[in-house]
């Protein structure tokens, strides 16, 4: 048994949002070869977590038995979402880039799991390096949809790509090892290069649920890995 956290990031609905569609197809091409998995689903392009404030980062850093009734009740949404993580074999995320990075939805969502002392310890004994991460063993399948073109290495918005970097940046605190990416582009362009982006996503999504649903039990690596082709999702 697997536990897939799928959480969609898009402001849009399905029938609007590339990256809903992608996520949806992931996961119809999983539960098709593994039904018995348990999938939780957390929405926070509709109902987005809470921001920083002052007042949760006095939670987060008071003790956890001097905690007043208030701080406690600060910590509420934070405790859930990072149990929703823990429990976590799979983290499917569904995410548009929004003005070349993540939308306010998963960096908010970020900002609440990523918590001293549940996601990461600190040690300045460790020298240059006192962050280090609690969770392991899981796996990030990240399928991204992006208005312009070009943002992989090599592309000529490369310097523009703010969203694949920063996933990657924040998923080795999350214990998110072994990282899949599949992106869908040129949607503003709505031309024929935006149809090919999109199938080719949707058969790259459907391979890659196949591939892992098949060796869920293999060792995790620390590796981005590149997505073959496939054929497409119903």
Same mark, same amino acid.
């Given at each position: 048994?697997?536990?897939?956290?799928? *959480?969609?990031?898009?402001?849009?609905?399905?029938?609007?949002?590339?990256?809903?569609?992608?996520?949806?197809?992931?996961? @119809?091409?999983?539960?098709?070869?593994?039904?018995?998995?348990?999938?939780?689903?957390?929405? %926070?392009?509709?109902? +987005?977590?809470?921001?920083?404030?002052?007042?949760? *980062?006095?939670?987060?850093?008071? /003790?956890?038995?001097?905690?007043? +009734?208030? &701080?406690? @009740?600060?910590?509420?949404?934070?405790?859930?979402?990072?149990?929703?993580?823990?429990?976590?074999?799979?983290?499917?995320?569904?995410?548009?880039?929004?003005?070349?990075?993540? +939308?306010?939805?998963?960096?908010?969502?970020?900002?609440?799991? %990523?918590?001293?002392?549940?996601?990461?310890?600190?040690?300045?004994?460790?020298?240059? $390096?006192?962050? @280090?991460?609690? &969770?392991?063993?899981?796996?990030?399948?990240?399928?991204?949809?992006?208005?312009?073109?070009?943002?992989?290495?090599?592309?000529? #918005?490369? =310097?523009?790509?703010?969203?694949?970097?920063?996933?990657?940046?924040?998923? =080795? $605190?999350?214990?998110?090892?072994?990282?899949?990416?599949?992106?869908?582009? $040129?949607? @503003?362009?709505?031309?024929?290069?935006?149809?090919?982006?999109?199938?080719?996503?949707?058969? !790259?999504?459907?391979?890659?649920?196949?591939?892992? !649903?098949?060796? *869920?039990?293999?060792? #995790?690596?620390?590796?981005?890995?590149?997505? /073959?082709?496939?054929?497409?999702?119903?």
């Amino acid at each position: 048994m697997a536990t897939i956290l799928h *959480i969609d990031v898009s402001a849009q609905n399905t029938d609007r949002s590339i990256s809903r569609k992608l996520s949806a197809c992931f996961l @119809e091409t999983w539960l098709a070869e593994r039904p018995g998995d348990t999938v939780i689903r957390r929405d %926070i392009g509709q109902n +987005p977590p809470g921001f920083v404030s002052a007042k949760w *980062i006095e939670a987060c850093f008071t /003790p956890e038995d001097q905690r007043t +009734p208030e &701080l406690v @009740e600060i910590l509420k949404e934070s405790d859930e979402l990072i149990g929703e993580l823990e429990v976590a074999d799979i983290v499917l995320l569904g995410t548009p880039m929004y003005n070349y990075g993540m +939308p306010a939805a998963l960096k908010a969502w970020v900002d609440r799991v %990523i918590r001293i002392g549940k996601t990461f310890s600190f040690d300045l004994a460790r020298g240059d $390096y006192p962050l @280090e991460p609690i &969770l392991g063993g899981k796996t990030l399948v990240a399928l991204t949809s992006k208005g312009e073109f070009g943002f992989s290495p090599g592309g000529i #918005r490369e =310097h523009m790509n703010y969203l694949d970097g920063h996933i990657k940046a924040v998923a =080795h $605190y999350l214990g998110l090892a072994d990282r899949h990416f599949v992106h869908s582009e $040129y949607q @503003e362009f709505a031309d024929e290069r935006h149809e090919r982006s999109r199938d080719d996503a949707k058969k !790259a999504t459907v391979e890659l649920a196949k591939t892992l !649903a098949g060796n *869920i039990s293999q060792e #995790r690596s620390y590796h981005d890995h590149p997505t /073959p082709a496939a054929t497409e999702c119903s």
